[in-house]
């Protein structure tokens, strides 16, 4: 499998960066989780005064063989023509990325479709979805390998363009089916925590989805190893998003995680690599069950709770301007000292 070589930030500048927070013309602490983020966002920086230029959102897409089974109220084409929604402008994501200054990466991961390239997706597909876990793999290892290196390769473009700040998203009929296989598979929390209603099933198709799963994972007949689990049950995107996770962690990017899909697939990339975590900020806690359950299993704190579950990296990119305030706040604010303001604390 891909090796990444990921190093947690080091540590002799925390006690640097924790003077200059507090010697901020501000009671001690008092700005929060703004002084946390400031804090990690240096250390990750290896700097006194971090910065964040050129964010992107990259938005991996990919079709799902478990859709047969009738785990989604959305039918499959949802995921092509959602595409081609964003390829005009006219998606959720679409105007927040306008509204906050990301740019906007498309990638086919594996699309049951003929796309139109040439208008600006980026072809990284490994094949027209994945197959039906129910009874076998998702996928084979030959083509999680190429998922991983095809998701570090679009981070290495956007990084190469300035980029030091990402955010994923997905597009992916049926994907929290194979999020809440890994989130029940990587953290012990009984399956039926871990399923919801994904795009709006009701009561009765949320049993169905259960039932389907349940039997997914008692047919489950791999090595029993984190790779095996990822690639038997995830999806391309999932998979890619992994790869372009561990990626930006190697290259010291800060790493904006979005909702459910993206939390389940930096869950299943930290159990290759811990650290990536550290690379890591939450931006919500979304709508969908099971999304509070997988975030306390990280210890992770979210910066928004806004009732969002549309996925695309919307929620990471609301979250964004509190990142900016976290790096404004080092870079604008005075000291004590120097505005000769009595420290009292």
């Given at each position: 499998m891909k090796n990444f070589r990921i190093e947690s930030p080091d540590q002799q500048m925390r006690e640097a960066l924790t003077d200059k927070i507090n010697n901020l013309t501000k009671p001690k602490g008092s700005l929060g989780v703004l002084e946390e983020l400031a804090l990690q966002i240096g250390l990750i920086q290896q700097t006194l005064s971090p910065t964040l230029s050129h964010p992107h959102n990259i938005l991996f897409a990919a079709d799902h063989g478990i859709v047969e089974e009738g785990v989604s109220?959305?039918?499959?084409?949802?995921?092509?023509?959602?595409?081609?929604?964003?390829?005009?402008?006219?998606?959720?994501?679409?105007?927040?990325?306008?509204?906050?200054?990301?740019?906007?990466?498309?990638?086919?991961?594996g699309v049951d479709y003929d796309l139109p390239y040439e208008k600006g997706i980026i072809n990284s597909s490994v094949g027209r979805g994945t197959r039906s876990f129910l009874n076998g793999p998702a996928m084979s290892a030959e083509e999680m390998e190429l998922c991983l290196?095809?998701?570090?390769?679009?981070?290495?473009?956007?990084?190469?363009?300035?980029?030091?700040?990402?955010?994923?998203?997905?597009?992916?009929?049926?994907?929290?089916?194979?999020?809440?296989?890994?989130?029940h598979l990587f953290t012990?929390?009984?399956l039926e925590?871990?399923?919801g209603a994904g795009s709006g099933l009701d009561s009765e198709g949320i049993r169905h989805k259960y039932h389907i799963l349940k039997q997914s994972v008692d047919n489950y007949k791999g090595n029993g190893s984190v790779e095996d689990k990822i690639a038997w049950f995830g999806g391309f995107e999932m998979v890619m998003a992994i790869g372009g996770m561990l990626r930006a962690a190697e290259l010291k990017m800060i790493i904006l995680v979005d909702g459910f899909i993206m939390t389940n697939c930096i869950l299943a990339a930290s159990m290759l690599y811990p650290e990536v975590l550290e690379y890591a900020i939450f931006g919500h806690q979304g709508d969908e069950v099971g999304h509070k359950l997988v975030l306390d299993a990280l210890n992770a704190r979210p910066l928004l709770n806004l009732g969002l579950r549309l996925g695309e990296g919307t929620g990471a990119i609301c979250a964004y301007p509190i990142v900016v305030s976290a790096?404004?706040?080092?870079?604008?604010?005075?000291?004590f000292a120097h505005a000769s303001i009595t420290k009292y604390f």
């Open positions: 109220k959305s039918p499959k084409e949802i995921t092509w023509q959602q595409l081609s929604n964003f390829l005009h402008g006219g998606a959720g994501v679409n105007f927040l990325c306008r509204q906050h200054g990301f740019e906007l990466v498309l990638v086919d991961a290196e095809r998701g570090a390769e679009i981070v290495d473009k956007v990084h190469n363009d300035g980029c030091n700040v990402v955010s994923f998203g997905e597009m992916g009929i049926g994907n929290t089916s194979p999020s809440s296989i890994w989130m012990g929390i009984s925590q871990c399923v790096v404004n706040m080092m870079s604008e604010m005075d000291n």
